[in-house]
Structures are given as C-alpha cells and as structure tokens.
C-alpha cells in the first residue's frame, strides 16, 4: 500500500529512507550534494525487489527525506522512486 510520506513519518515505524537512483554514478553525485549540505547518505546496491532492471542503486538516508528530495530536485539531478524501510522489513513507496 502507497501512503504519503508524512503519514508515515509518525511513530517509530520508519528507519530508513531510500532514494532510488538509475546508476552507482548518478547515486555518488547525489550523495556528494547531500553530504555539502550536511545531510547524511550512504550509496547502496538497491534491494532486488524494488530494481527493475536488477542493477539500481539507492540513497539510503537516516532521516530527512523531504529535504534531500528538494535539494536534488533543485539542482537538477535526477532521482526515482522513494522508499521508506518499515521495522518488519518490508518497503514502502512514499510521495513527496
């Protein structure tokens, strides 16, 4: 089920967010304008259930979401799909 992100930001439910992105290069620059913005990311091969083609990478975020997607969006680098790492393991889309 697709919820928007703010209902998931409640309660300890979330622990991690993912930024997908289409290739490790395009991951690395994203995360370089994050860390200059002081938020951190760490690049990771995305999980095989939400790659398509099975050779995505991701952002992987503690916390800020909504910020790290307006920043990237603002300089113009291209991210995907938005994830949200629920304590059961399982992943959820979110919207912002």
């Known amino acids: 089920m697709v919820q928007p992100c703010s209902a998931l930001l409640r309660g300890d439910r979330v622990k991690q967010y993912l930024i997908m992105c289409r290739s490790v290069t395009s991951a690395q620059r994203c ?8 938020i951190r990311s760490t690049v990771i091969k995305a999980p095989r259930e939400l790659s398509v083609n099975g050779c995505a990478y991701a952002l992987r975020l503690p916390s800020k979401l909504e910020e790290a997607v307006s920043l990237l969006r603002r300089t113009g680098l291209q991210i995907g799909r938005l994830f949200v790492l629920e304590s059961d393991g ?3 889309e979110v919207f912002i």
Do not use: F
């Open 31 to 38: 995360s370089k304008v994050l860390e200059r913005a002081m």
């Open 90 to 92: 399982g992943y959820e």
